[in-house]
């Protein structure tokens, strides 16, 4: 049965509920939105399977909570405060993404003038022969005169690569979230925008980049790292792009390699979806140079991870890289669950541990799916049929929809006696959660966050 449209919803509701304020109605409108969208019941079909009184709002709310969210608790439920607030947008469909298998085939290169004397402007150019190059002033001067940013743009970013001046965002400390055990982590600011379109990916409710921006000016991030460096820091590149989706073309993994090399109490981190590789192995290893994957069970990837590479060849080039002499990583970030995650994800760990050995894996993370409340609505207009909005989730006190507490406790402890179970006993930290999930699941802070006992 098809889904009914949120319009014919809303007039079925003001039809039968016409007592109700518009408020009420809105949040009767979503419920029976969201139910049938997940279980394509029929949004009619879900108040006569009750032969519902008519006229109790409350009671009708809580049988759609409870039918909504049939896992959560009652005190949980009452926590879904996004649903009606974010209404009015889903009734305006949006753009949806563009398919599977577009390729980076950028039409438009605008290269700041000055850096248009840059290698990577040059490699652009000769990578992609048809794309018409443009000399523009100032990549903000540039975008301020486009018009209103907005999905469609975002659509169609990788039609549009802009090579910039780095000025002022060179390096900077991974802002986290409100209240949660910080791991230390710095982000190098080299390259924004991603060409994968993973469902829950969070560049798409904050960039307002019409394209996709590389630095023409790697060299001067290098002389500007020692206002930045600490003995002991791990920093990477992976937070505003892929680390390596476009190395083929950009080439930065060699340069990068290069100059990290030479502080041996610093650990690089490329963070990929990708098997782009090849690049990357041409440059000798290095042991604080670590290369790693964000993993997830196939079933996810091949539904949410669109573009990326599979969970084969993300290992596969696990291994090339750890037999190079790279220390690897992995991110089980966003683990998200579904009927039989538990065997799946306890697979899938299984595969990592049997391909890799435990001495060559730096870090491990973990992560549960979570969002904004910006980016829960585009997620509803780009992938409105994508199973990330049928998670049972609630508002969360850090100000993102999350799974509740209680189900991230046993998300995390089962990842962790897993990965225990597995041999591993490396460094495994919690992203963006607080420090009392952290003492509740067994892990302190990175650097003394082994899952096994730490003494510090
Ligand atoms: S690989 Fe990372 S940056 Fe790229 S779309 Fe996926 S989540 Fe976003």
Request: charged share 25%.
């Amino acid at each position: 049965m098809r889904s009914s449209t949120t319009a014919e919803i809303r007039q079925f509701v003001q039809e039968r509920f016409p007592q109700f304020g518009l408020n009420k109605q809105k949040e009767i409108v979503r419920l029976l939105a969201e139910i049938d969208r997940r279980d394509h019941c029929g949004f009619d079909a879900i108040l006569l399977e009750r032969h519902y009184e008519q006229k109790d709002f409350l009671a009708i709310k809580s049988f759609l909570l409870k039918r909504r969210f049939p896992t959560l608790t009652a005190t949980e439920r009452a926590s879904v405060t996004y649903l009606p607030c974010d209404f009015l947008k889903v009734q305006q469909p949006g753009p949806e993404a563009p398919g599977e298998g577009a390729l980076f085939q950028p039409k438009n290169i605008y290269v700041e003038k000055s850096v248009s004397d840059c290698g990577l402007a040059e490699r652009l150019s000769c990578a992609f022969p048809e794309a018409r190059v443009s000399e523009i002033d100032r990549y903000k001067d540039f975008v301020s005169r486009q018009p209103e940013f907005d999905l469609r743009e975002y659509n169609q970013r990788l039609d549009n690569v802009f090579i910039i001046r780095e000025q002022f965002d060179f390096f900077q400390e991974c802002p986290c979230s409100a209240g949660a055990s910080s791991c230390g982590y710095h982000i190098m600011n080299a390259g924004f925008g991603c060409g994968y379109d993973c469902e829950y990916c969070f560049l798409q409710g904050y960039t307002n980049a019409p394209g996709i921006l590389f630095p023409g000016n790697l060299d001067e991030f290098f002389s500007r790292f020692r206002e930045y460096y600490r003995p002991g820091m791990r920093l990477g590149t992976g937070q505003f792009t892929d680390s390596l989706m476009f190395d083929h073309i950009t080439r930065f993994s060699s340069e990068l390699v290069g100059f990290f090399r030479q502080f041996p109490d610093v650990v690089f981190e490329f963070k990929t979806k990708s098997c782009n590789i090849e690049h990357l192995l041409r440059s000798p290893a290095s042991p604080n140079i670590q290369v790693s994957w964000t993993l997830n069970p196939e079933r996810i990837i091949s539904s949410v991870e669109h573009k990326t590479a599979s969970l084969q060849e993300r290992l596969d080039a696990a291994v090339q890289c750890a037999k190079a002499g790279f220390r690897v990583g992995f991110h089980f970030d966003p683990i998200i669950i579904y009927d039989g995650w538990q065997k799946e994800y306890g697979e899938l760990i299984k595969e990592v541990f049997n391909s890799i050995s435990v001495e060559g894996i730096g870090w491990i993370s973990l992560g549960g799916l979570r969002m904004t409340k910006t980016l829960r609505q585009v997620i509803e207009a780009r992938f409105p049929h994508g199973l990330l909005l049928n998670a049972e989730q609630i508002m969360e006190t850090d100000g993102k929809i999350r799974y509740p507490v209680r189900v991230r406790r046993e998300i995390y402890r089962t990842m962790i006696e897993k990965i225990k179970a597995s041999g591993y006993s490396g460094e495994l930290y919690l992203c963006m959660e607080d420090p009392e999930l952290n003492r509740e699941v067994g892990i302190r802070s990175f650097g003394c966050g082994r899952a096994a006992p730490c003494a510090g």
